[in-house]
């Protein structure tokens, strides 16, 4: 690339300009022109720890007391159901993974989360922090081809549910938004649901955004109204989800 | 197995018992396919979906052309610190310089460029790098804005402190590819021919000797004026006695020869 045969200092970028500004359709000429590098911001006020920066490592199976048998549970779907409404917000004030829509984070997710931040973070820049806990609810499988009946299943594994607008971990330090988000985005992809990685400016913008658009809305009838109104008989057919998060996250 | 609810007076149930009991299995919801709706909710999800006011509505075309406000945004130039700090130093240099020769630059290579450089250093001339953008940040409203009006295409900035006019126009013949537009010498913006009158000057002191002289004549024309008549006199007076001599010589001298003394009639 030609940029490189330019001493670093001035690194130059190619640019157009018309060589008439008044007319619209005029020639074009090239020109070399000085590259604007604005002042990085400044990280003074951030403070990284100086040990364990990467996710701690977090256990497979949740440790019961000596002689407590580990509980089996229901499915708990309501888990999952509905908005996060304590911990969506950053603690740290940086960059996080949010989830968009609520589901079951297996310690397989975990312990992809936790190599995949562990392999590419900086950690004389950066730091990492879990804001899920490790997996705590019970999942009882049936054994392969068995019939029905004999009671409960055992539990085959454990997880951690998490709804939507949740904070699955924070990313902070000495580092901009363009730096992390490389490695956060290639995680939030491969979680079981629809995540997004985001800094704090973002998250505030999306947020004023559904606000205004909520606000701006100009259609008299929205599902909340018509379920708390029950209007067109739709009681019959709504669910209980329905009922608590008026339509928000379907299915 | 969770049981429905038997509030339920619509008596679509007709013919079935009131009270039954429905065996649900609850699911996490397969978000990759979601679950189509029932005919009932999409009605109520296509009627309840978000409308907005048009933002453009009632503003005429001619404000929400977005072609326009793209050329309007042309002219907003994100400032470059860079470039603030190059034109602050050209703008030093130009400052403490008594030359600044400006050349139409012909498309040459560098070695030739360099060539050049190396010809006009010869006369205390110094080439400066920069570009159009800069200069036109650096020389902005200063005094010397007026050159600004050369920057418009390619163009070479010579800065230097020793005045050499006359051996810079001899050079403009060695010099290839550097076109001489104008320069600003001793803080006047001057043209070529102004630079060529420059050069064809005699040295300070005798101008000085000549602007003595200009001043000095209007008290010598008044002494001429005064002493006028006299000198006339004096001057006719002399002559007369001068020719007067010549007459009574001629004679003497052709009789005797000898007799020197002239004879006053």
Known sequence: MALTLFPKHCLRTLSRTPINAMSMGGTWIQKAEYKNFPKPPSYEHITIPKERQKLRFLEKVPQYPPGVRAPKMTRRIDLIQGEEEIQRDLLHGQYAIIAKRGGMLKWGHIEMIRMGIARKINTKKMFAVWRIDSPWLPRTKRGQGKRMGGGKGSIDHYVTPVRAE??????????????????????????????????????????????????????????????????????????DVDRKYFGKYPA | MALRSFGQLLRTNFGLP?????????????LRRPAIPHWRRAVILALTK???????????????????????????????QFEQILAKEMLAKVEESNVIIVFHRNPMSEPELFANRIQLSKIGLYYHHCNNKIVKLALTGTKYEALLQLY??????????????????RMMKKVRGLVLMAGVVEGRLMNVTDLQRYAALPPLPILHGQLVGILHRPLQQLSQNLTHHQTELSGALGRYISDQTKTSETPDEASSGSNTEPEVS
């Open chain 2, 152 to 169: 418009h295409s390619r163009t070479a900035t010579f800065l230097g402190t020793e005045v050499k006019i006359p051996r810079l126009l």
């Open chain 1, 166 to 239: 949740r904070i699955i971990i924070e990313v902070g330090g000495k580092c901009s938004f363009e730096e992390v988000y490389p490695f956060m985005k290639m995680i939030a992809e491969k979680l079981p649901f629809p995540a997004k990685v985001v800094s704090k400016e973002m998250l505030e913008a999306d947020r004023a955004e559904e606000e205004r658009l909520e606000r701006e809305n100009i259609n008299p009838f929205t599902f909340k109204y018509i379920i708390q109104n029950n209007m067109t008989g739709c009681q019959i057919w709504l669910k």
């Open chain 2, 18 to 30: 009131l009270l039954q009991t429905v065996r649900h299995r609850t699911r996490i919801p397969n």
């Open chain 2, 50 to 80: 978000p409308q907005y006011e048009d933002p453009l509505k009632d503003i005429p075309v001619s404000e929400s052309c977005q072609k326009r406000e793209n050329f309007l945004k042309k002219d907003e130039v994100e400032v470059n």
